[in-house]
């Protein structure tokens, strides 16, 4: 096969990335997170999800205390939010997003690293979050994206199991929420 002798700087460009699950990037899924894989069961009157079944142990759902619907704009970020005891379970029921984590727990084998989840209609997965893991959410959709969250533990206004970092200006998580073009 003949090789093209012009690309001689074709070795030192930038690979692609590649995706090593669906809807995944990450040197590595972070330790203790779990991405499920969810069903939509469609005919000509529309189509259903399940999202969660409280007695699914792998996704501790056992210790789900509430439900939130969170929609978000389009293009719009939410996070960097950090718990210290509350568990999170994610699931993107309308539009898509871009779920990015990153792990802080010092402690953790997978301390430092960052995982981007591309989930919702096109991609749905339920994603249990633990606590120590930074975690924000992109609408990389054009329309509203509706992603219910289902906390370990209850809301409690006066006492907010919950830290917040700004996606664009913060000294901690290197990572940059703009569309990657490449
Ligand atoms: C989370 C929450 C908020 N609220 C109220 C108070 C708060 O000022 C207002 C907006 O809340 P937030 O700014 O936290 O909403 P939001 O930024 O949409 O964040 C939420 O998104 C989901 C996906 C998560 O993962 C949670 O961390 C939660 O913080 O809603 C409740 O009444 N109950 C709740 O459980």
Redesign the pocket.
């Known amino acids: 096969m003949a090789q093209v002798l012009s690309m001689n700087e074709y070795d030192e460009m930038d690979r692609p990335r590649i995706q090593t699950l669906p809807g995944f990037y990450g040197d590595s899924l972070i330790e203790g997170v779990l991405i499920k894989s969810l069903d939509v069961f469609s005919d000509e009157r529309g189509y259903l999800m399940e999202i969660m079944r409280f007695n699914d142990e792998p996704m501790n759902a056992g210790e789900i205390k509430?439900a939130?619907a969170?929609y978000?704009h389009p293009g719009m970020v939410?996070g960097w939010?950090l718990?210290s005891v509350q568990e999170?379970h994610?699931v993107c029921v309308t539009g898509m997003i871009k779920l990015v984590l990153y792990d802080y727990r010092e402690d953790s084998p997978t301390y430092g690293v960052l995982n981007e989840i591309f989930m919702g209609e096109r991609n749905p997965r339920a994603v249990f979050i633990p606590p120590g893991i930074f975690?924000g959410?992109k609408n990389i959709g054009s329309g509203i994206s509706l992603?219910i969250?289902m906390?370990s533990v209850y809301?409690d206004?006066d006492n907010v199991d919950?830290r917040r970092l700004s996606p664009t200006d913060n000294d901690i998580i290197p990572y940059d929420w703009e569309c990657r073009l490449e």
């Open positions: 509430q939130i969170s978000s939410k939010h718990h999170d994610l975690h959410t992603v969250g906390p809301y206004p919950e």
